[in-house]
Nanobody, 125 residues
Framework: QVQLVESGGGLVQPGGSLRLSCAVSGGTFGKYAMGWFRQAPGQEREFVSAISWVPGNTYYRDSVKGRFTISRDNAANTVYLQMNDLKPEDTAIYYC??????????????????WGQGTQVTVSS
């Protein structure tokens, strides 16, 4: 049974930073393309970023490019999302996702084989 557990969310002022972590257990982490999604109140869940199982191929939604950085540590079975220059519109529950296959596929098909429980990010002064 694959489990994804997110951490690192919280309350931060506009312009601040947070680093989210997602620890994966119960599976072969190195085989999965990992992704981050978010869902704001009253809105659909949306793709944020993804990284291939071989680090080097990364993808971002336009609104976070240049501010967010996804990375993974295959030895630690963990994926990270470094979020800088946070804005109020980044406020949402952030979910970690894992899927077999290409990370690019998250862009066209925002589904996953496994999901975390989510971590709340609130950007407010």
């Amino acid at each position: 049974q694959v489990q994804l557990v997110e951490s690192g969310g919280g309350l931060v002022q506009p312009g601040g930073s947070l680093r989210l972590s997602c620890a994966v257990s119960g599976g072969t982490f190195g085989k999965y393309a990992m992704g981050w999604f978010r869902q704001a109140p009253g809105q659909e869940r949306e793709f944020v970023s993804a990284i291939s199982w071989v680090p080097g191929n990364t993808y971002y939604r336009d609104s976070v490019k240049g501010r967010f950085t996804i990375s993974r540590d295959n030895a630690a079975n963990t994926v990270y999302l470094q979020m800088n220059d946070l804005k109020p519109e980044d406020t949402a529950i952030y979910y970690c996702a894992a899927k077999s296959g290409s990370a690019r596929a998250y862009l066209s098909t925002p589904t996953a084989d496994y999901w975390g429980q989510g971590t709340q990010v609130t950007v407010s002064s």
